[in-house]
């Protein structure tokens, strides 16, 4: 059974940083390309950031200079540092694992608030 387990998530002010965890089983982590997702109240999920299983990243245009992501392959762990964190990064964090053309797998997500 897959499971992805998000962590990490909280209530930070403006300015702050949180660092996510997506840990992973069922799968085998290091051939999945994986990514942070969020969804705000009333918008649609949107991509943060992606890294495939080789290493490549990809970050969304409000995100970048701002958040990475990084892998741990042998602890099949994803990870997601945020730093300056902002009101507008209010959201539900979700943690995708791709492979090939089947469907995706999806955690339960975790909440990261910003109070400014």
């Known amino acids: 059974q897959v499971q992805l387990v998000e962590s990490g998530g909280g209530l930070v002010q403006a300015g702050g940083s949180l660092r996510l965890s997506c840990a992973a089983s069922?799968?085998?982590?290091?051939?999945?390309?994986m990514g942070w997702y969020r969804q705000a109240p009333g918008k649609q999920r949107e991509l943060v950031a992606a890294?495939?299983?080789?290493?490549?990243?990809n970050y969304g245009d409000s995100v970048k200079g701002r958040f990475t992501i990084f892998r741990d392959n042998a602890k099949k762990i994803l990870y997601l540092q945020m730093n300056s964190l902002k009101p507008e990064d209010t959201a539900v964090y979700y943690c995708?694992?791709?492979?090939?053309?089947?469907?995706?797998?999806w955690g339960q997500g975790t909440q990261v608030t910003v109070s400014s």
């Open positions: 890294i495939t299983s080789g290493g490549s990243t």
């Open positions: 995708r694992a791709t492979i090939g053309f089947k469907s995706p797998y």
């Open positions: 069922g799968i085998i982590f290091s051939i999945h390309d």
